[in-house]
């Protein structure tokens, strides 16, 4: 076969990584703009592919405002996503999920990919998401969790692992998650060898899963880490147990929904990695990093 008669390469493995990122959120719930806004802005950033990801119905109550759609909102989310996916259909990959909390997992769902997410953890006055306020979880600690951060963070980590064994959601989202307002590590203990063992132990459940791990940026967009999640010693695991990644923007509005995916890959490539997951319509598949 001719140079000329070669095949070309597919859109994943023809452009610089990472050109997807699969978790994004939209006005439906606490993002900024609209679905058809995130998918111009990916376009604008030069992705080839987005995933929409919006939060998907948790039928308990919490502490704080729910933070998801209502069954009804996730069937227009659905409809209003599917249009979209045929409208831009040979400008922009476009695929169709949720992220579901581990309080909410609905496996019935069509959808094309699920991410599972921790946000929930039982507190003082019941649950409450670990990820809405810095006063918040500082409150939780001491009144739920008498002030010992280690506690909470066997309790969180705890969750993650059951969820992932017992759901196995595609991608798991934003692993350590309860360091959102921490990045220092200082008020988890983070260079303990307790804490550090409570997460490695759940990363391996969530590898064993054959979970996704997301290196996530979402937090750098919004203020509040310089570095995505998870830390380098949980990616140092994921790559020593031979487990993939993939790249995440976790954008709440069309000016974040390529932030920091740059870096991060240059971050994934510094520990070792040399592939990283990208979703198809064959599923995902491994791609040049």
């Known amino acids: 076969m001719n140079r000329a008669d070669a095949p070309a390469a597919p859109w994943y493995a023809a452009r610089p990584a990472p050109v ?12 900024a703009d609209t679905l058809a806004a995130m998918a111009e802005a990916a376009l604008r950033a030069g992705l080839s592919s987005l995933g929409f990801s919006e939060h998907g119905y948790v039928p308990v109550p919490v502490v704080g405002e729910p933070c998801w759609m209502t069954p009804e909102e996730t069937a227009r989310y659905l409809a209003e996503a599917r249009a979209l996916q045929r409208t831009l259909a040979g400008q922009l990959a476009l695929f169709v ?24 953890l039982p507190g003082s006055e019941g649950l409450f998401a670990v990820d809405e306020s810095r006063a918040r979880l500082l409150h939780e600690l001491g009144a739920a969790y008498g002030g010992d951060p280690l506690r909470l963070a066997r309790r969180y980590y705890a969750d993650v692992a059951a969820f992932a064994a017992r759901c196995r959601p595609d991608i798991l989202g934003h692993f350590d998650l309860i360091t959102k307002f921490d990045e220092s590590g200082a008020a988890f203990l983070e260079d303990s060898a307790a804490y550090r063992a409570h997460a490695l132990e759940a990363l391996d459940a969530v590898l064993d899963a054959g979970c996704i791990v997301e290196l996530n940026t979402g937090a750098i967009a919004r203020g509040y880490r310089r570095t995505p999640y998870p830390r380098r010693f949980l990616l140092e695991r994921v790559r020593e147990r031979g487990g993939r990644i993939t790249f995440s923007a976790d954008a709440h509005s069309a000016a974040g929904v390529a932030c920091g995916l740059q870096e991060a890959a240059a971050l994934a490539r510094d520990v070792g990695f040399t592939e990283y997951a990208v979703l198809t319509a064959d599923g995902f598949v491994s791609a040049p990093l």
């Open 20 to 31: 997807q990122t699969l978790h994004v959120h939209s006005r439906y719930v606490d993002g």
């Open 97 to 120: 999920g949720l992220e579901l909390d581990s309080y909410g997992y609905d496996a019935a769902l069509p959808l094309d990919y699920r991410i599972g997410s921790v946000h929930l």
